[in-house]
C-alpha cells in the first residue's frame, strides 16, 4: 500500500515563526503536492513538485515555500507564521502520467496563535 | 475559469436511504473526473473516478457516480447509505490540455455526509 506520512497530526505555533511541515511517501512516486483545507473552500493546492528540486506553484502560495531535497520527502515552509494560516495542512503524492490517482497523508492541523 | 461547483454542502439522511451528491465542473478542454472521501481525522481516499468509456463508473463502498458531458456534471449517488458513510466528499477534476498537467486536481468545496439511524 502507498504511504504518505506527515511529521505532525497537530501544531500549535505563534506568530512570526518560522514552521517546518514535513511529508514522506514511500512508493517512489514523482510528483508531491501540498495543499491547505479550510471549511467551505475545500482543497486549495499551494505548492507542487514533479521531481526533485522542481516545483511550481500552486494557486495560493504567498507566505509559503517548499523544498524538495529527496525524492520521497517534500516540506512546506512557513516563513514567518500568521494566524491566518491556521489550517488542515494535506499532502498528497502521485507517480507520473496525466490521471494517476493522488494519495493524501492524514494532515496537520496547524494553529497559529 | 476552471472550476469545481459541489452544489450542497450539507447533506443529511437517514440510513437506508438513497443519496445524491451533486458536482458541477466549467472547463474549456476535456476532463478527467473524480470523487474523493474524508473520514473523520484522515486524508482523502479516492472513490472513483472517471477517465473515459462508459459514463457510469462504480467505485468503492456502493457508490457510483454519472458523468454528464452535456450538462457538466459529475453526481455522486448510493442507492442505500449506512452510518459508517458519515463523512465529508470531495468532487475534483483534472484538465486534459495536452502537454504535462503534472496531475493537478481542482477541488470543489465538499460536501458533508451525515447519516442517521
Known amino acids: 500500500d502507498v504511504k504518505v506520512t506527515q511529521s505532525s497530526r497537530y501544531l500549535v505555533k505563534r506568530t512570526g515563526e518560522k514552521v517546518f511541515l514535513e511529508c514522506v511517501q514511500d512508493?517512489?512516486?514523482?510528483?508531491m503536492f501540498w495543499y491547505r483545507q479550510d471549511p467551505g473552500l475545500g482543497l486549495r493546492l499551494i505548492y507542487f513538485?514533479?521531481?526533485?528540486?522542481?516545483?511550481e506553484k500552486g494557486d495560493i502560495p504567498e507566505g509559503y515555500s517548499v523544498s524538495r531535497e529527496k525524492k520521497e520527502r517534500f516540506s512546506l515552509i512557513l516563513e514567518s507564521a500568521s494566524t491566518n494560516q491556521t489550517s488542515m495542512y494535506l499532502c498528497a503524492s502521485s507517480p507520473t502520467g496525466a490521471y494517476n490517482e493522488q494519495f493524501f497523508g492524514p494532515g496537520t492541523r496547524l494553529t497559529v496563535l | 475559469a476552471q472550476s469545481v461547483t459541489q452544489l450542497d454542502s450539507q447533506v443529511p439522511v437517514f440510513e437506508e436511504a438513497p443519496v445524491e451528491l451533486r458536482c458541477n465542473y466549467s472547463s474549456s478542454v476535456s476532463v478527467y473526473l473524480f470523487w474523493y472521501v474524508q473520514y473523520p481525522n484522515q486524508g482523502l481516499q479516492l472513490l472513483l473516478k472517471?477517465?473515459?468509456?462508459?459514463?457510469l463508473v462504480k467505485g468503492i463502498n456502493g457508490f457510483e457516480a454519472e458523468f454528464n458531458k452535456s450538462q457538466t456534471s459529475f453526481h455522486l449517488r448510493k442507492p442505500s447509505v449506512h452510518i459508517s458513510d458519515t463523512a465529508e466528499y470531495f468532487c475534483a477534476f483534472l484538465a486534459n490540455a495536452g502537454g504535462t498537467s503534472y496531475g493537478k486536481l481542482t477541488f470543489g468545496q465538499g460536501t458533508i455526509l451525515t447519516v442517521h439511524p
Open positions: 472517471y477517465l473515459s468509456g462508459s459514463t
Open positions: 512508493m517512489d512516486h514523482e510528483n
Open positions: 513538485s514533479y521531481d526533485v528540486k522542481m516545483k
